[in-house]
């Protein structure tokens, strides 16, 4: 008698990512959710009894993949400031723009947005920074999508919160709320060294260890950020957030391009992970981070996309190609950050940085269905010899045909399931006559 399952998938190709090379001619059987049983198809289809069966020829089946940082509400912003530094970025265009216009609403709609997006690249976890954390978990719970919020800390006011204690208590408020949400995980989200004071840092530092939570920060990323901290704290900032004690295995750093010897060596000495986001670095002319140091220190690096303001794209595929390229580039040493790696940059190595990774980042029995389909049998992708060399060097988010969040359908043939297009861009078209300037 054959065992049930639910859904049985049967690609060319299932890549683990955990477990070696990419099998051939493999299914992956889905259960309740779950990763069943990964094995030869023939045996697949003689043991179990599958309410659906899923042919997937000329595909490769993947994890779905882990956005390490980003700001989902930002969509909303795409192409709003473009081609400005950082700091003229932020001081002139965003931050006076955020204060006028975001709202629950305004971060409802964005992460909404920002959602149909990544799903349809093949995006399944997002691990978010913005205002409103609440309203942004009830945009990836309305679409079925995993994301970590994060409980935004800064020292001044802004339409969410009051103050750092204000922030804090409203982040926490929504994690005991929120907790026992199987698609949702919490961190600790203060946005940067400049914009949140040490006695802020000591107390999350406290609360991140009581909880068992990371701490997701921007650190390192402009010249500038650097020489502010040493005028102001006598340190540059990653020594500042190490003698403050935040410095540890729940760490993530967002950006870190512009580290020295001595702090790789203490990022990789505290078991500290590095959310790497090429495009946005380049953008706004931030810089190459040294991807090929951190990763022969042993620091674990995800790839995340920031936001759209600062990138214009949620797009993972666009971000394994660059990160690739740029980290052989950089150093001078074309094996850096080959195919294989740079896949699990974008899976199971971010899934590490969120503690996710016993559950998502990777294809076998016992971790969550979140996959992904990538079709890889159009005529400028031949021929295949390696389909992992494919993924990170030809394929885009465009040849995503499937996506699966917890073993449900979420992208089929293509098309968005159960989130209205139309809806969402009519949404995207108010908060555009909302921001555009007047006159």
């Known amino acids: 008698m054959k065992a049930p399952a639910d859904l049985l998938l049967l690609p060319q190709w299932v890549v683990p990512v955990e477990s070696g090379g990419p099998l051939s001619d493999h299914a992956v059987v889905v259960q309740d959710g779950c990763i069943l049983d990964v094995l030869p198809a023939d045996a697949a289809q003689a043991r179990y009894d599958a309410v659906q069966t899923l042919p997937l020829p000329g595909q490769a089946l993947i994890p779905g993949l882990v956005n390490l940082h980003g700001h989902a509400a930002m969509s909303l912003f795409r192409g709003f400031a473009d081609d400005l530094p950082l700091m003229a970025w932020l001081n002139d265009r965003i931050w006076p723009a ?13 992460t909404l947005l920002a959602v149909a997006e990544m799903l349809a690249g093949g995006i399944t976890t997002c691990n978010d920074m913005y205002f409103f954390p609440k309203a942004a978990g009830e945009a990836f719970l309305q679409a079925g999508m995993r994301a970590t919020l994060g409980m935004i800390v800064l020292e001044f006011p802004s339409a969410y919160a009051s103050d750092a204690d204000d922030y804090l208590a409203k982040g926490l408020a929504l994690r005991d ?33 009581q909880l068992g939570l990371p701490i997701h920060t921007h650190i390192h990323e402009t010249d500038d950020e ?54 946005s670095n380049l953008k706004l002319a931030s810089g190459i ?67 996710l990774d016993s559950q998502i980042g990777s ?26 060399s494919h993924l990170v060097y030809v394929a885009g988010r465009e040849h995503v045909t499937h ?16 989130l209205d297009i139309d809806d969402l861009t009519a949404r995207a078209a108010y908060w555009r006559t909302k921001l555009a300037p007047q006159g």
């Open 98 to 110: 955020e204060k006028k216009h975001v709202s629950e609403a305004f971060v409802r709609d964005g």
């Open 177 to 209: 709320e929120l907790k026992d949400e199987p698609l949702l995980a919490f961190a600790f989200a203060p946005h940067a060294p400049y914009t949140v004071s040490d006695a802020t840092f000591g107390r999350i530092n406290t609360l991140a260890e």
């Open 226 to 279: 650097i020489r502010d901290s040493l005028k102001q704290y006598g340190v540059r900032p990653l020594e500042r957030l190490a003698r403050l004690g935040l410095l540890g295995p729940n760490f993530i750093g967002v950006h870190a391009v512009h580290v020295n010897e001595a702090e790789i060596g203490l990022l990789a000495q505290h078991g500290c992970h590095l959310a790497h986001c090429p495009t």
């Open 289 to 355: 981070a040294p991807v090929a140091d951190l990763l022969h220190a042993g620091v674990n690096v995800g790839l995340g996309t920031d936001g759209a303001a600062s990138n214009n794209r949620l797009d993972l595929f666009g971000e394994m190609r660059l990160a690739a390229l740029l980290a052989k580039g950089a150093s001078g040493d074309p094996a850096i950050l080959p195919a294989a790696a740079t896949l699990r940059a974008a899976t199971l190595d971010a899934a590490r940085a969120l503690n």
């Open 363 to 388: 294809i076998v029995p016992g971790k969550r269905a979140d996959l992904v389909a990538v079709d890889l049998h159009a005529l400028s992708g031949q021929p295949v010899f390696d389909p992992v």
């Open 403 to 418: 996506v699966w969040v917890d073993g449900k359908l979420k992208l089929n043939d293509r098309r968005l399931v159960n």
